[in-house]
């Protein structure tokens, strides 16, 4: 059971350059996050998608874009890559949803280190 | 606005000894709370949470933590730590709907032999 999985692991960019990270999970689970982990300062949440077919913003959403492609992927995108945006990425899934009052825990993925250079 | 302080940014601790790590939360209602540790290069794992019900609660690991409503706090707590416990913690309240985290910034512990 992989849980959620994230790609890469490590990537080194170029201010201005784009980049994909991708995220799946194979829990068939409804909700998925991003999040953006940086030193002092925990983890923000960048956008979710309470389901497939719809996204929102989260605490920090500037200059990154989402797409739920399906129920189990999830990806994030950086269009124009900024030395600001050099963190460790953290994609989520979750079951169920507040209204249902059913509050599972979310499961993370390892990670993924962006460096912006 | 719903928010989380973890006060101790790194504890040390000497192999065997308890510990007690600190959370204080602020939210207007009843709170649903979760502790998770990250082991270096790691994800984060869901230790215990906090729904409703007995006000200690037991987690993997050995671990447990308390709620207390009056003092919006939920430490987490271990009788005798292993070299194995060294990671960051995090605490987290469920914010809002869809399962919505807001994390505090951590507490990295090391543990000494």
């Known amino acids: 059971n992989a849980g959620v999985t994230q790609t890469p692991k490590f990537q080194v960019l170029k201010t201005g350059q784009s980049m994909t990270l991708q995220c799946a999970q194979d829990m068939n689970h409804n909700s998925m996050y991003w999040y953006r982990q940086d030193p002092g300062m925990g983890l923000r949440l960048i956008y979710y998608s309470a389901s497939e077919g719809t996204t929102d913003k989260g605490e920090v959403p500037n200059g990154y874009n989402v797409s739920r492609l399906n129920k189990r992927e999830f990806s994030l995108r950086l269009e124009s890559a900024a030395p600001s945006q050099t963190s460790v990425y953290f994609c989520?899934?979750?079951?169920?949803?507040?209204?249902?009052?059913?509050?599972?825990?979310?499961?993370f993925g390892d990670g993924t280190r962006l460096s912006i250079l | 606005a719903q928010s989380v302080t973890q006060p101790d940014i790194h504890i040390t601790v000497s192999e065997g000894a308890s510990l007690e790590l600190r959370c204080n939360y602020s939210?207007?209602?009843?709170?649903?709370l979760f502790w998770y540790v990250q082991s270096p290069g790691q994800g984060l794992q869901l230790l215990l949470k906090?729904?409703?019900?007995?006000?200690l609660v037991q987690g993997i690991k050995g671990f447990e933590a308390e709620f207390k409503r009056s003092q919006s706090s939920f430490n987490l707590r271990k009788p005798s730590v292993h070299w194995s416990d060294a990671a960051e913690y995090f605490c987290?309240?469920?914010?809002?709907?869809?399962?919505?985290?807001?994390f505090g910034a951590g507490t990295r512990l090391a543990v000494h032999p």
């Open positions: 939210y207007g209602a009843t709170p649903y």
């Open positions: 987290a309240i469920l914010s809002g709907g869809y399962n919505k985290l807001i």
């Open positions: 989520a899934s979750s079951e169920a949803l507040l209204a249902t009052g059913n509050n599972q825990p979310q499961h």
């Open positions: 906090y729904f409703s019900g007995d006000t």
